[in-house]
């Protein structure tokens, strides 16, 4: 089995990882946006989670395959994360989970209804895994990150698009929201977590915390 890397590309299929409990497979869709999707897999019971249906049911459904989901989670409602979540959600009756400030957004621009609005310190069950919800408001007022808490090694962090390699995400030149996301990126991420700490981020390759931790000063300088 090739090991994983975290770079995919629209079209070239998944990346998989597979860690003692779970199983992470990494999908990238559309060639303009490149969204990243990831499909989280309980490796005892076979239950699957849904991070981002982004585009692509095309893509998205041989993945997920027989064995269904029992939820979506979107991590932000930003047009470009849930373009196929009504067709998802139609072939699988999983569960819509979505940060509560961007719920009904995601319901006025997919028709979808959301089944579960989270918040920081709730739960997503993967099976026998469990993801936590952090809430960073900034990107939008109700993206959310997803954090792992592997048994077995370092923590897994699945971002949106709230932290990426080379900083935050973008706040569309509001200062307000980018003191608000680069302040909750610190607190509730960098100061929480411990540098092995490995995260996918809804567009583009993965990075750990420790590879940007030394750059968080620079961020917060340059505004972006």
């Not at 994983?4 to 999908?27: C, F, M, N, S, W």
């Not at 609005?117 to 936590?132: F, I, K």
């Not at 977590?193 to 620079?218: I, K, M, N, Q, V």
Request: aromatic letters at 6%.
């Amino acid at each position: 089995m090739n090991e994983y890397t975290g770079q995919v590309e629209p079209g070239a299929g998944p990346d998989v990882r597979e860690l003692e409990h779970l199983t992470i497979a990494k999908v990238a869709v559309d060639a303009q946006m490149s969204n990243n999707c990831y499909l989280l897999r309980c490796r005892r019971t076979g239950e699957q989670v849904l991070i981002d249906a982004a585009a692509e049911p095309e893509t998205l459904l041989p993945l997920i395959g027989d064995a269904g989901l029992t939820a979506v989670v979107t991590t932000h409602q930003h047009w470009d994360h849930h373009r196929a979540l009504a067709d998802v959600v139609s072939a699988t009756r999983a569960e819509v989970v979505v940060g509560a400030p961007d719920a009904q957004a995601v319901t006025d621009q997919t028709g979808v209804v959301v089944t579960r609005r989270v918040a920081q310190g709730d739960t997503v069950a993967v099976g026998d895994c469990t993801l936590s919800v952090i809430a960073l408001a900034g990107h939008t007022p109700g993206s959310i990150a997803l954090l792992y808490e592997d048994p077995s090694g370092p923590p897994h962090l699945f971002t949106g698009d709230s932290l990426f390699p080379g900083g935050v995400g973008n706040t569309f030149g509001d200062e307000g929201a980018f003191a608000q996301l680069i302040d909750e990126v610190e607190t509730k991420v960098f100061q929480r977590l411990p540098d092995e700490t490995w995260f996918y981020p809804g567009h583009g390759d993965d990075s750990t915390l420790g590879a940007e931790r030394p750059a968080l000063p620079e961020w917060r300088n340059r505004g972006w």
